[in-house]
C-alpha cells in the first residue's frame, strides 16, 4: 500500500510547500499506466510585468511569484497522483481521501493567486459611469460604501482572502472573508476582485501596517480585469 508519507513529502516553507514523491509523470516524465490520461498539467504564468509595481518591492513580489509557483507544482503532483491511485484501484483508503482532501487547498492557492497578480498593475481609477460601478453602487449603495467594507474586511485580523464576489443567482455583490484556500467560498459566487491578506502579500514591506498595504493595493488594482470578470 502507498503510503500517506510517499505523497506528503514537502520541501520549502509556508502553504506552498512542494509535494516531492510520487509516480507523477505527467510532470515528471517518469512512465506509470499505459492507460494514463493525456497531459492536462496547468503552468504556472510569468507575472514579471508587475516589477516595478509602486509599493511592493521587488522582493515581495518575487517571493510571492515562487510561491503561487508552488501551488502550481502541486496542483499537478496531486492530481496525478490520484489519478495513478484510482487506475490502481486504491481510492478506497486513507491515502487517496487525504490527497482528496488537499487538492481543494492546492488549487484554490494557484488559482486565487492568479486572480490577484491578474487585478493588479492598473493606474485609472475605477470608471465613475462604468457597468462596474454602477453594479457596486446598487449592492451597496455607493463606491465609496464598498471600498469601507472592502478595507475593513481586509483589516480583519487573522490571514486569509479578501473577495468581492458576484452571486450567480441574484446578481448582488458581496465582500467575503475568506479564512483558507478551499474553505470559506460561498457557492455559485464568481470572484471580482481579490486581496491576499497572508503575510507573505505585505510583511516584507509593510510589517505588521496592514492598512498600509491595502493602500497600496488600491492604487494598483486593474479596473478593467475586474470588471472584465463581470457578468
Known amino acids: 500500500m502507498l503510503k500517506r508519507r510517499d505523497f506528503l513529502k514537502v520541501a520549502g516553507a509556508g502553504g506552498a510547500a ?13 512512465p506509470t499506466s499505459p492507460k494514463e490520461a493525456p497531459n492536462m498539467a496547468y503552468t504556472a504564468k510569468d507575472y514579471g510585468k508587475l516589477i516595478g509595481m509602486a509599493g511592493f518591492s521587488e522582493t515581495l513580489l518575487k517571493n510571492h511569484f ?3 509557483q508552488g501551488y502550481v507544482t502541486n496542483t499537478n503532483k496531486v492530481l496525478d497522483a490520484l ?3 484510482a487506475a490502481d ?5 486513507p491515502e487517496y481521501a487525504e490527497l482528496k482532501r488537499r487538492l481543494g487547498w492546492e488549487w484554490n492557492g494557484m488559482r486565487l493567486h492568479e486572480h490577484y497578480f491578474e487585478n493588479l498593475g ?12 454602477k453594479k457596486v453602487a446598487e449592492s451597496f449603495g455607493s463606491v465609496e460604501a464598498w471600498e469601507k467594507d472592502f478595507r475593513a474586511t481586509g483589516a480583519m485580523r487573522g490571514i486569509g482572502w479578501v473577495v468581492l464576489y458576484e452571486d450567480t443567482a441574484s446578481g448582488r455583490l458581496i465582500n467575503f472573508w475568506v479564512n483558507e484556500h478551499d474553505a470559506g467560498h460561498p457557492a455559485g459566487g464568481r470572484p471580482l476582485l481579490v486581496m491576499d ?16 498595504y491595502i493602500e497600496a493595493f488600491f492604487k ?11 457578468k
Open 18 to 30: 512542494v509535494l516531492a514523491a510520487g509516480p507523477f509523470s505527467r510532470t515528471t516524465g517518469t
Open 66 to 68: 515562487t510561491l503561487y
Open 83 to 85: 489519478a495513478q491511485m
Open 89 to 93: 484501484g486504491k481510492t478506497a483508503t
Open 122 to 133: 492598473g493606474k485609472a481609477p475605477l470608471a465613475a459611469g462604468g457597468k462596474l460601478a
Open 197 to 212: 491578506v497572508f503575510e507573505h502579500a505585505f510583511m516584507i514591506d509593510y510589517g505588521l501596517k496592514r492598512a498600509d
Open 220 to 230: 494598483n488594482i486593474d479596473w478593467a480585469a475586474v470588471e472584465s470578470r463581470l
